[in-house]
């Protein structure tokens, strides 16, 4: 089992900038591929972006690509997302999810075995 507990979230100015932590504990964090997604009102869970285990391969949404980061401290067991120039359309819970099935993890959401509760993001107009 992995427990993953986001933080982070908040509400912001369009323009603006947040960074989400996702914790994890439980099994080897390293093991694990590790992605960020999100969930507005009334739509599906959409990815965002996914880092490898060693934190060396990224990939991410053409929505959020050149504005979101992805990065992971393996000795903290902690996966970050860092979020810039922030639209009202990025508006939604986010979740992280962990993947051992997939080097660099997997843009479904349906790979992932380990989910966090997710954390509200909300982004102001």
């Known amino acids: 089992q992995v427990q993953l507990v986001e933080s982070g979230g908040g509400v912001v100015q369009a323009g603006g900038s947040l960074r989400l932590s996702c914790a994890a504990s439980g099994r080897t964090f390293s093991n694990y591929a590790m992605g960020w997604f999100r969930q507005a009102p009334g739509k599906e869970r959409e990815f965002g972006g996914a880092v490898n285990w060693s934190g060396g391969s990224t990939y991410y949404a053409d929505s959020v690509k050149g504005r979101f980061t992805i990065s992971r401290d393996n000795a903290k067991n902690t996966v970050y997302l860092q979020m810039h120039s922030l639209k009202p359309e990025d508006t939604a819970v986010y979740y992280c999810?962990?993947?051992?099935?997939?080097?660099?993890?997997?843009?479904?959401?349906?790979?992932?075995?380990?989910w966090g509760r997710g954390t509200q993001v909300t982004v102001s107009s």
């Open positions: 999810a962990a993947d051992r099935r997939h080097f660099a993890g997997s843009r479904l959401p349906g790979e992932y075995e380990y």
